[in-house]
């Protein structure tokens, strides 16, 4: 089936320590993205990605690092910078500009 | 750059009443326009979509939504509300410029339709 898989769904971590969350997609989307859900605040991009090897950063960047090396991947890493990481993160990705963009079922990062 | 509002954060119903929520935009191009939903415990779904064209723009389960371009609105409404609305109401905003790819998402509203 089709699809945008992340994991884990559920992660915990010591403070301090970088984690990465995975995001691989097979619908052949060029477009890839990073937000960030916090209770009250909505959806906040991170980072995203239009085509392989080049990413932009979103309004919240700083403590995140992201790579697309190749089209069906683009993993996030929480760094410990991040000084409130903490939160549920989605994946979603898209065809190309003006599309639909289509979301991944989402990981919860608890640092503890 | 763009940003989008949505101004009811917690909204409650009874069944059968109707439905209104806001969406404010801030950008002065062109732009498409969604909103999405995310049901208790599931993941976000799309909606409906605004592209171009008529700015009314009729979505799933009876939603629809209208653009207003010179109030930069994109309000959701729906006439008759069913306890199985109850959800989170996302309002997003793309700029389309030169294949720009940047969606904003607005603060959410939370549903919540009494039976």
């Known amino acids: 089936d089709g699809g945008i898989t992340q994991s884990p769904k559920y992660l915990f971590r010591k403070e301090g320590q970088n984690v990465t969350l995975s995001c691989e997609q097979n619908?052949?989307?060029?477009?890839m993205y990073w937000y960030r859900q916090d209770p009250g605040q909505g959806l906040r991009l991170i980072y995203y990605?239009?085509?392989?090897?080049?990413?932009q950063k979103g309004d919240i960047a700083e403590g995140y690092s992201v790579s697309r090396e190749k089209k069906e991947s683009f993993p996030l890493t929480v760094t410990s910078a991040q000084k409130n990481p903490t939160a549920f993160y989605l994946c979603?990705?898209?065809?190309?500009?003006?599309?639909?963009?289509?979301f991944g079922e989402g990981s919860w990062l608890t640092v503890v | 750059a763009q940003s989008v509002s949505q101004h009811n954060h917690h909204v409650i119903l009874s069944e059968a009443a109707s439905l209104e929520l806001g969406c404010n935009y801030s950008?002065?191009?062109?732009?498409?326009l969604f909103w999405y939903v995310q049901y208790p415990g599931q993941h976000l779904q799309l909606l409906l979509k605004?592209?171009?064209?008529?700015?009314l723009v009729k979505g799933i389960k009876g939603f629809e939504a209208e653009f207003i371009k010179s109030k930069f609105s994109f309000n959701l409404r729906k006439p008759s509300v069913q306890w199985s609305d109850t959800a989170e109401y996302f309002c997003?905003?793309?700029?389309?410029?030169?294949?720009?790819?940047?969606?904003?998402f607005g603060t959410g509203t939370k549903l919540q339709v009494i039976p």
């Open positions: 979603a990705s898209r065809p190309g500009a003006g599309n639909t963009i289509y």
């Open positions: 619908l052949n989307h060029d477009a």
């Open positions: 990605s239009q085509i392989v090897n080049d990413f």
């Open positions: 950008y002065g191009g062109t732009v498409n």
């Open positions: 605004y592209f171009s064209g008529d700015p």
């Open positions: 997003a905003v793309n700029p389309i410029s030169g294949g720009y790819q940047k969606v904003t």
